[in-house]
C-alpha cells in the first residue's frame, strides 16, 4: 500500500505488464518517477482543448483549461479535474524537499506539484506534469 494514503492503486499490474504495456521512455517516468527532458515534451506548448488522463491507467486527471503557460519546459495546471484525481506526497530524492504528484488510480508518476512561484492562477500552484505521464483526449 502507499504510506501517504493507505489506499491500494485501483489499477495493480507486474512490473513485467507494466513493461510490457509502456514504451520504455514511458516505464523510466511512470513507473520508475523520471523525468522527460524540458520542452521537448509533444504537451508542452498544446493549446487544444479537452482532458489530460493518466497514460498508464487512463483516469482523467487535468482539464485544458487549467493549463497555463508556466514556461519551465512541461506541461503546468493549476489545479487538478478533482481533488482526488491524484495523489500529493513529499519527495526528497534529489536532496531538497519537493512533492510529487501521482494518478490516484494506478499510482504512477506524474510529476511535482510546486507553490508560491507567484504565477497568476486561481490556487497559485503549478503541477508541473510530464507530457509522456498525459493522453490528451481532445473535445468533440
Request: a negative charge; one cysteine or more; glycine letters at 8%.
Amino acid at each position: 500500500m502507499d504510506p501517504v494514503t493507505d489506499q491500494p492503486p485501483q489499477v495493480v499490474k507486474s512490473d513485467a505488464e507494466w513493461r510490457e504495456q509502456l514504451s520504455p521512455a514511458e516505464y523510466q517516468v511512470l513507473r520508475k518517477a523520471g523525468t522527460e527532458r524540458p520542452f521537448t515534451g509533444e504537451y508542452t506548448d498544446t493549446k487544444t482543448s479537452g482532458v489530460y488522463s493518466c497514460r498508464a491507467c487512463g483516469a482523467e486527471l487535468f482539464r485544458s483549461d487549467t493549463k497555463f503557460e508556466s514556461h519551465c519546459g512541461w506541461p503546468s495546471f493549476f489545479t487538478p479535474l478533482a481533488g482526488e484525481a491524484v495523489i500529493e506526497r513529499v519527495d526528497t530524492s534529489l536532496g531538497m524537499k519537493r512533492v510529487e504528484v501521482v494518478c490516484a488510480t494506478c499510482h504512477s508518476h506524474l510529476g511535482h506539484v510546486f507553490e508560491g512561484e507567484g504565477y497568476a492562477t486561481p490556487t497559485d500552484l503549478r503541477y508541473c506534469i510530464n507530457s509522456i505521464s498525459l493522453r490528451l483526449e481532445p473535445d468533440a
